[in-house]
């Protein structure tokens, strides 16, 4: 009987120790995509520019080519 409680008492430190290892990770797991999702909004912002710039470039070179 004294075993199968100390066993009880043994799994749950265990539990407790898993489910504040996963905490930690949920953590780290929810930095890392947030800096992902910045990486992203960066590299959306880049691109709008570009495009913006190509945009323009292409006009010019039309008005150009019309002369």
């Known amino acids: ?3 199968i409680l100390a066993g009880i008492l043994f799994n749950r430190s265990d539990v407790k120790e898993l ?3 996963m905490k930690d990770m ?3 797991i929810t930095g890392l995509a947030s800096k992902v999702d910045a990486g992203f909004a960066r590299i959306d912002a880049e691109l ?3 495009f913006q710039m190509t945009g ?3 006009g010019r070179i039309g008005e ?3 002369r």
């Open 1 to 3: 009987m004294i075993a």
């Open 19 to 21: 489910r504040a290892e």
């Open 26 to 28: 949920r953590g780290e």
């Open 48 to 50: 709008r520019q570009f």
């Open 56 to 58: 323009k470039l292409e």
């Open 64 to 66: 150009i080519s019309k």
